[in-house]
């Protein structure tokens, strides 16, 4: 991820390698969803690398969708 923060991912001080993560898009979400919901539903699958929440730049509410990057 870049230096500047985007939705609700998580920041880290070094970028991700997503050269060796899968991504899933998460569709039809709750506009309250947050990264630690995600994060308790899909950590079962595998560990998580990033989660990503679009988010309106105006609003700052989530569009209803979310990307989870397995590592």
């Known amino acids: 991820m870049s230096s500047r923060p985007r939705?609700?991912?998580d920041h880290r001080s070094?970028?991700?390698n997503i050269d060796v993560m899968y991504s899933l898009k998460v569709?039809?979400?709750t506009y309250r969803t947050r990264v630690?919901?995600?994060r308790r539903c899909f950590e079962k699958y595998g560990p998580i690398g990033d989660i990503y929440i679009?988010?309106?730049q105006f609003?700052?509410?989530s569009r209803g969708y979310a990307f989870?990057?397995?590592v």
């Open 7 to 9: 939705g609700d991912g």
């Open 14 to 16: 070094t970028p991700p």
């Open 27 to 29: 569709d039809n979400l």
């Open 36 to 38: 630690e919901d995600l």
């Open 54 to 56: 679009p988010r309106d």
């Open 59 to 61: 609003s700052r509410s």
């Open 68 to 70: 989870i990057r397995f």
